[in-house]
């Protein structure tokens, strides 16, 4: 798997790189106004090197002299009175235009923040039922502006996927909104930008933008329930999900699985990353994940299972089938 | 100028009590993220009864390990809510169970007769858990039962909530005199 940068030079939409160019424009005035202000300070000293030590009384220019060097010193103090002045100007005007969402109508995202996963529900106002729930991966049509909606379940995290947007914090039991547009196709990753627990650093997501007609089938393969299990070591490995203590905190939709204290699993083959962008998610990994979780990840709530080899296998052939 | 002896002692002692205070500390707030190694979580810590065929294993007492700890006890507070235990003993006020909070303990009040509860069930609608919450989570839950009847130390329990609380917290509350009632054996396997 290649890991995407994820970086706030390389913006992949509009709100990014506005964010971007007010960064570049107060980084290239402060350049200037540093080599300015070392170029005067340099040339002062080499002056006052060339000069006498001390003045006479017969010296009747000084006066003249002090009078240039307070008119010298007002002008820069009032240019730089003026440059920070223009400063704000451009900081409230990237801000107010960061703030108002671009025009059409948006699509709508919920995300919840979690210790140490992010869970992604794309909700259907013409139909509750038609909702989509998914984890630590967001898709996106590419061009169309996103709006999301987010809380936190237990602390406070910060949403953060520099390549199309600033951060934003999820507190619990209060709404925030943020928005952003991907202009170009690709998968953008984000993280968690709020300390959050021992496991802050492995709380990452991926952005996934893709051609309107592709994500519309994607939104439309996630909203199907769970594929039945058609071989019987599939067969096996659902019941062992069933059975064991996975479905006390996973859902599985089209099984009797309802929790929803982990992330949903209905689609979990369909998805890059386990662990929240830990892992790549091939059979290993997530053999290795069930396994011990506390290896990989230490203080997640995930707990280790102890499971003979045969039902681990049926375990894994079934997670494969929920594509 | 002389130090005398009653304020060298007295020094040693602040001292000590210091170094004493930090390790109590420690204790109480201890986590642990490697529990047991995977393969080594016992499933079968506690039966319900003494009598099975074989011979006879030797019956020891468990204590739970998360005695004393806080960290175990707010953990555990937690699970109460994620498990459901809430949907019957109701934040342990009671409703379809019976209440956590009160000095009735039909089961028995000791960590491995609640461990066993859990674990195996009790008659009338108390679920087994057994293969469905891990031994260590079952040992937090066990924690954090016992505070909520005020059978853990003060320092130990949970204090406030971080959404709006319906009654006083654990802390809160007086210590709980558990009234004597059979309690049924509680053995494990060495």
């Known amino acids: ?323 | 100028m002389k130090t005398s002896a009653f304020a060298r002692i007295g020094q040693a002692g602040i001292a000590s009590l210091l170094v004493l205070t930090a390790f109590a500390g420690c204790k109480r707030e201890q986590r642990r993220f490697r529990e047991t190694a995977p393969s080594g979580i016992p499933v079968d810590a506690v039966v319900m009864s003494p009598l099975q065929p074989g011979p006879s294993v030797i019956d020891v007492r468990i204590s739970n390990p998360y005695d004393d700890n806080a960290y175990a006890v707010s953990e555990g507070k937690q699970l109460f809510d994620q498990m459901n235990c809430s949907g019957c003993h109701s934040h342990g006020g009671g409703g379809i169970g019976p209440p956590l909070t009160d000095d009735e303990w039909i089961y028995g009040s000791e960590p491995q007769n609640i461990f066993a509860t859990i674990v195996e069930g009790r008659p009338n609608g108390m679920p087994a858990f057994k293969g469905r919450i891990p031994p260590y989570q079952v040992w937090k839950l066990v924690a954090y039962v016992r505070a909520l009847g005020g059978l853990q130390g003060k320092a130990i329990r949970t204090t406030r909530d971080d959404h709006m609380m319906y009654k006083e917290s654990e802390q809160a509350r007086d210590k709980g005199h558990p009234s004597p009632t059979f309690t049924p054996p509680a053995s494990v396997k060495q």
């Not at chain 1, 390549?163 to 507190?171: E, F, P, S, T, V």
């Open chain 1, 1 to 323: 798997m290649t890991v995407p940068l994820q970086s706030a030079l390389d913006p992949g939409g509009p709100k990014a790189a506005a964010i971007l160019h007010l960064g570049w424009f107060l980084l290239i005035t402060a350049i200037v106004a540093y080599v300015l202000v070392t170029v005067a300070l340099l040339y002062a000293l080499r002056r006052a090197t060339h000069r006498p030590a001390a003045f006479d009384d017969s010296d009747f220019d000084e006066p003249n002299r002090e009078r240039g060097r307070v008119r010298w010193v007002a002008a820069a103090v009032a240019a730089t009175g003026l440059l920070l002045l223009l400063f704000i100007f451009v900081d409230v005007t990237t801000a107010r235009s960061l703030g108002s969402p671009a025009v059409g109508e948006p699509l709508r995202i919920d995300v919840v923040g979690h210790q140490w996963w992010w869970e992604v529900k794309y909700p259907d106002s013409a139909n509750p039922q038609n909702i989509v729930e998914t984890a630590n991966e967001i898709h996106v049509p590419v061009g169309r502006t996103v709006s999301i909606k987010m809380t936190s379940s237990d602390v406070i995290h910060s949403f953060w996927a520099p390549n199309l947007d600033g951060k934003k914090d999820l507190i619990p039991g209060h709404e925030t909104r943020t928005w952003f547009r991907a202009d170009s196709a690709g998968v953008y990753r984000g993280q968690c930008a709020e300390f959050c627990g021992h496991e802050h650093a492995k709380m990452a997501f991926f952005i996934v933008a893709e051609p309107p007609t592709q994500f519309e089938h994607w939104l439309e393969s996630q909203r199907s329930g769970a594929a039945t299990p058609t071989d019987s070591l599939a067969q096996q490995g659902e019941r062992v999900f069933l059975s064991g203590s996975c479905a006390m905190c996973h859902a599985i939709s089209g099984t009797s699985a309802g929790s929803n204290f982990g992330p949903d699993l209905t689609h979990l083959a369909s998805r890059r990353t386990i662990a929240a962008g830990t892992l790549p998610n091939d059979a290993s990994n997530l053999a290795g994940w069930i396994i011990d979780p506390q290896i990989i990840k230490p203080g997640v709530k995930m707990p280790p299972h102890h499971l003979d080899p045969g039902s681990l296998q049926a375990l894994l052939a079934y997670l494969a089938t929920l594509k």
